[in-house]
């Protein structure tokens, strides 16, 4: 049994990921782009990806660097909100 769920684990975690991606996706159609958030987000999911690595989650270390930026866009894709942060000076001025 540990087999099966150790074999299946990645595939559900990046259906998962992918979902969430097409899902925010599609509900800011008509939003700016926010390239540089998701950009961000795939860094950081990538060292959190090294991380877990380094822990021995998995035997494999090609889905801790896989998974890792797919699941950091998949978060900042939803944490975002695509409006001009105060303390960010390349950001449009909210009227």
């Known amino acids: ?9 990645p595939w559900v975690m990046a259906g998962l990921a992918l979902a969430v991606l097409a899902g925010s996706s599609a509900e800011r159609k008509k939003e700016e782009k926010r390239g540089g ?9 990538l060292l959190l990806g090294v991380t877990l690595n380094g822990c021995g ?3 494999n270390h090609a889905l ?3 998974l890792g930026p797919l699941w950091g866009m998949a978060l900042a894709s939803l944490y975002g909100n695509g409006k001009a942060s105060k303390g960010n000076p ?5 009227t």
């Open 37 to 45: 958030q998701i950009a961000l987000g795939a860094a950081l999911g």
């Open 64 to 66: 801790g660097l896989a």
């Open 90 to 94: 390349d950001s449009e001025k909210e």
């Open 57 to 59: 989650l998995w035997e």
């Open 1 to 9: 049994m540990k087999d099966f769920v150790m074999a299946v684990l």
